[in-house]
Nanobody
Framework: QVQLEESGGGSVAAGGSLRLTCEAS????????INWYRQVPGNKREFVAR???????LYADSVRGRFIISRGKKENTVDLQMNRLEPEDTATYYC??????????????????WGQGTQVTVSS
């Protein structure tokens, strides 16, 4: 069973930077499709960024040009570099996956796996 763990959250002043990391474990040793979402209490979970198994990336309009998603140096990790942070970026950030690529074959999981989330707070 795939387990995801987010790290790197914290508090920062507006204009600052944070790097979040999502680490996958417990599942197959493959290239995971990783999505980052964020959620503010009372609101729906909002898409932030994705890195696909072919390394293509996608960003929400609200973060494009400020956030960068990439594979981490450690195996089975994905980083989300967040620059020029704004108070509106304050949220709990979650990473999730529902498929991975192993030796040219895509494996689809029976559900989307999510981490427990990491809090990001940006003060004005």
């Amino acid at each position: 069973q795939v387990q995801l763990e987010e790290s790197g959250g914290g508090s920062v002043a507006a204009g600052g930077s944070l790097r979040l990391t999502c680490e996958a474990s417990g599942g197959p040793a493959c290239t995971y499709d990783i999505n980052w979402y964020r959620q503010v209490p009372g609101n729906k979970r909002e898409f932030v960024a994705r890195i696909d198994m072919d390394e293509s990336t996608l960003y929400a309009d609200s973060v494009r040009g400020r956030f960068i998603i990439s594979r981490g140096k450690k195996e089975n990790t994905v980083d989300l570099q967040m620059n020029r942070l704004e108070p509106e970026d304050t949220a709990t950030y979650y990473c999730g996956t529902n498929r991975c690529l192993l030796r040219g074959t895509t494996s689809y999981f029976d559900r989307t796996y999510w981490g427990q989330g990491t809090q990001v707070t940006v003060s004005s």
